[in-house]
């Protein structure tokens, strides 16, 4: 079975700064999607960013970017120039290409900014 | 974007009572839906997968009996929680999948606290 997880509970950032995330999965297979998606307290699951898992390229959204290590099965996102909107829960997500119905989410990062 | 409406987005219910949540998609046909259990401070857990037309597939340990959907039409799936109890309190959220963007993008609802008394 594919997991995911996410080591840091809770993490805080000063405006404006930059601030990285921690994912890593387990899996068995070649092609997937990861996700991260961001869940504000008006507890909406909003889709920050989306990599595939043949695409060597990091993919970036704006202040968004990931570093997707696939030998590590790490996949990291980083946000910069932080603002206090930022702040909210953050959920890595894995997905098998193949099963699309099988979502995995982490425990999820908590994100503070400080102002 | 593709819009996924939850309704209602809090309710409160006697035991034994039963709860219907709808979850709608607006501007897309969504043959699949996806219903989440979220407990305080945790992560989502995947219910149960709901397809159009056909029966649900439930996860391992979901009580199919206990939690109903139906998914009717392409825009409509329904989660009704039958004779509630406290321990089914928690926030349950939808998710539905857009066919026209591809596979893998999902658009969730603002999802639905339950509490039960």
């Known amino acids: 079975a594919q997991t995911v997880t996410q080591s840091q509970p809770e993490m805080s950032v000063q405006e404006a700064e930059t601030v990285t995330l921690s994912c890593t999965y387990d899996?068995?297979?070649?092609?997937?999607?990861l996700f991260w998606y961001k869940q504000p307290p008006s507890r909406q699951m909003i889709l920050v960013i989306r990599?595939?898992?043949?695409?060597?390229q990091n993919a970036t959204e704006n202040r968004f970017s990931v570093n997707f290590q696939k030998a590590a099965k790490s996949f990291s996102l980083k946000i910069s120039d932080s603002q206090l909107g930022d702040a909210a829960m953050y959920f890595c997500?894995?997905?098998?290409?193949?099963?699309?119905?099988?979502?995995?989410f982490g425990a999820g990062t908590r994100l503070t900014v400080k102002p | 974007g593709a819009v996924v409406s939850q309704h209602p987005s809090r309710v409160i219910c006697k035991s034994g009572t039963s709860v219907k949540i709808e979850c709608r998609s607006l501007?897309?046909?969504?043959?699949?839906m996806f219903w989440y259990r979220q407990f305080p401070k945790q992560s989502l857990m995947l219910m149960a997968t709901?397809?159009?037309?056909?029966?649900?597939?439930?996860e391992q340990g979901v009580e199919k009996d206990k939690f109903l959907i139906n998914h009717a039409s392409l825009t409509l799936s329904t989660l009704t929680v039958t004779s509630a109890h406290p321990e089914d309190s928690s926030f349950y959220i939808c998710?539905?999948?857009?066919?026209?963007?591809?596979?893998?993008?999902?658009?969730f609802g603002s999802g639905t606290q339950l509490s039960v008394l």
């Open positions: 990599q595939e898992a043949y695409k060597q």
């Open positions: 501007d897309f046909q969504a043959t699949t």
């Open positions: 998710s539905a999948r857009d066919r026209g963007q591809g596979n893998e993008k999902l658009f």
């Open positions: 709901s397809n159009e037309g056909s029966k649900a597939t439930y």
């Open positions: 997500a894995y997905r098998n290409t193949y099963n699309n119905n099988d979502m995995r």
């Open positions: 899996t068995s297979e070649s092609d997937y999607y």
